[in-house]
């Protein structure tokens, strides 16, 4: 069974940094593509980033395109989603998942693992 795990949440000012990492428990990421998606109170999961397996394509929700960067480190076997210029809005709990493969990037149904979660707060 897949475990994911995230870390580097936490609270920043707006125009701040954070570094989100996500580490697949025992293993490499090989195969999987993974995504980060983020979910506000009070609203639906969003997709954030993505990327494909072996550190190929990445994908991005218009929202954070030019702010967020979503890379593979395969020497630490974890996928980081460095956030900067970040903005109340990007208030969240975000979660990283695998998905098998080439699968749509943009829909979670396609990804069988997630992570517990972590909260981001940007405010002042």
């Known amino acids: 069974q897949e475990q994911l795990v995230e870390s580097g949440g936490g609270l920043v000012q707006p125009g701040g940094s954070l570094r989100l990492s996500c580490a697949a428990s025992?293993?490499?990421?090989?195969?999987?593509?993974v995504g980060w998606f983020r979910q506000a109170p009070g609203k639906e999961r969003e997709f954030v980033a993505a990327i494909n397996p072996s550190g190929g394509r990445t994908y991005y929700a218009d929202s954070v395109k030019g702010r967020f960067t979503i890379s593979e480190d395969n020497g630490k076997n974890t996928v980081a989603l460095q956030m900067n210029s970040l903005k109340p809005e990007d208030t969240a709990v975000y979660y990283c998942a695998a998905r098998v493969g080439l699968a749509n990037p943009y829909d979670p149904k396609y990804y069988g693992y997630w992570g517990q979660g972590t909260q981001v707060t940007v405010s002042s």
């Open positions: 025992g293993r490499t990421f090989g195969s999987y593509g």
